[in-house]
Every structure is written in C-alpha cells, then in structure tokens.
C-alpha cells in the first residue's frame, strides 16, 4: 500500500468517524501521523506489517479498546502505552520485544493480553496489577520465572506459558481460582507446588515436555479436570489421589517411566482416552476394566507380559495398541488380529 493510498483511507476514516479500522498486513513500516485524527476508533488492526515501533500517533487514540499490534517488527512499547486506559485487548504476538514497561500496568481494563513468540526473559511486576484480566498469553518466550504477584490475576479463566524456560511456578498460582484452562508445555519444571490443587476449576492441564518426576497429592483436588496430559516428563508414579479426578475424558501420560498404575485408575469411568505409550508399565491393575466409557488405550513400547482379563470388559474400546511389548497373554497372533479380537479372547 502507497502512503498516499493509506492516507485516503485515513482521510475517509476521519469524515466517516468510523471506530473501527483493519490495516493489517499491507506491509507498513511507519504510519502517517493522520492516524492521530481518528479519535473515534475503539478498534484498529495491524497485525501482518512490518512496524519497528510504536507510532506516538496511535497513543493519542486513547478510546481504542481493542489494539492488535502482532506480527511486526517491534523491539520495545513506548512509556506513553499507559495513555490507552481503555483498552480491553492488546495483541503483541509474533514480535521482538524483550523487554515490557512498567507502565503496561496502567492498562487496568485489559481483559485480553498476548504476547507469545517474542524475546521476553522476565514480566514486569506492575502486570500484576491487571486483576480485569480473564485471558494472558505468553508462549514462546524464555522467560525462567513468574512474578509472585500473579496471583493477583484472580479473573484469569485462561493462562498459557508453554516454551518458555520456567523450572519452577510460585506457590501463588494457587490464588488463580477462576482458572479453567492451564498450559505449561515445553518449560523446565521439575516439580508443581501444593497449592496447584487450590485451582478447583480446572478443566484442562496441559505440562508436555517438562521434567516432572513426581505429582503432588493435591493434583486430586482437580475434580473437574476433563484433560490432563502429562506426556515426555520422568514421572515413575501417579499418586492414588488421581482416582479422584473422576470427570477426566482424556488422560495422556506418553514417555514417562511408569512401572505401574494406581489401583485407583479405575475409579475414571468417564476416560474416553488413556494413553500411556512409552512407559515401563509391566503390568496393569484389574480395575482397568472398569473403564466403561475407553474408547482408545495406548500401551504399546511398554514391558507387558500379560493383560488382566478384565480388560474384555472395556465394551467400548475401539482402539488397543499394544506393539512392542513381550506379551505372552494373550498371543501376538491373537493381539495381530486387532482390537475386537483381543477383547473375545477375554470374553471366551
């Protein structure tokens, strides 16, 4: 887009007052200082351009309430950022930012806040003050700490921090009560606090790809858990309390070291999914069979030499993976015929 095309469209925008303008991806690196004039916008896109910085001129547009900035080019938010009181969403996705204002702490109305795939190593404290906030995002980061005043965020109903570099979360994450969806994939964490058991309305816990050796007797607290993954961590063990957490559909624990699975397992009558490929499992409770709802279940590269026979109570098991394990019950030519013939032979 020519400057003098963007500034037709400016000079319309400005005759028709209009609040809402999307200039994205017109590969923009400035803008004319006209885009000031437009103090009616409470909404303005440009996301896909090629912006190093922030035009002071959007900083005179103090009704903006919604603001994508994501997937340009800037290195840094002006002070003057604390001028947009009014907004609810602010998307900085896909920059180079490293480092944010203390002033971002002013934005006391943002609901929405992204800013996954930049270069931050640390959030400023004041974005705790953000206690509007229903939704953070910071993916893709390497950021190894969270502020302890997160705990503040006590409206957040969604929170993502996957890749980043965090070994380890603050004991005040427990304060995020209103939580429905957590996602910690692909960080550092070896181990999880206590409190993570106070987030009661958790309906989804995603921690791939950390180094997680054990779970606390508080993870059964979750009790409206419908998704818990826990995949390519060391976990050796599950606690019993996990039988607790009796809404799960779906439970992905692929690469850890399991050995065995807590008696309890079977108290999760509503898993649709259990996948436990890549473990040590070397055999597997009866009360499996008490999985009524398991449509999927995920052994294979495990050490089984045998299946409890209960196993042909799983009515609904469409898929049974059992490759590379040394089973001698039932036989491979029985487990190479598929699901449905496994599950006869434990019927007959």
Known sequence: MTNEELLEIIEKAAKDEVTSLDLHKHQLTVLPKELGNLTN????????????????????????????????????????????????????????????????????????????????????????????????????????????????????????????????????????????GLSLDDNQLTQLPTEIGNLTNLTRLSLDNNKLTALPETIGNLVSLKQLSLDNNKLKALPKEMGNLTNLTVLAIDGNELTALPEAIGNLTNLATLSLYNNKLTVLPKEIGNLCNLSKLSLYNNKLTALPKEIGNLSNLTSLSLDNNPLASPASEIVQQGTQAILAYFKD
């Open 41 to 180: 916008l409470t909404r303005l896109s440009l996301y896909g351009n090629e912006l190093e910085a922030l035009p002071p001129q959007i900083l005179q547009l103090t009704r903006l309430k919604e603001l994508d900035l994501s997937g340009n080019q800037l290195t840094a938010l002006p002070e003057e950022i604390r001028n947009l009181t009014n907004l609810t969403n602010l998307a900085l996705d896909n920059n180079k930012l490293t480092v944010l204002p203390t002033e971002i702490g002013n934005l006391t109305n943002l609901t929405g806040l992204s800013i996954d795939s930049n270069q931050l190593i640390a959030l400023p404290e004041e974005i705790c003050n953000l206690t509007n906030l229903t939704r953070l995002s910071f993916d893709s980061n390497r950021l190894t700490v969270l502020p302890k005043g997160i705990g503040n965020l006590t409206n957040l109903s969604r929170l993502s921090c996957e890749s980043n570099e965090l070994t380890t979360l603050p004991t005040e994450i427990g304060n995020l009560i209103n939580l429905t």
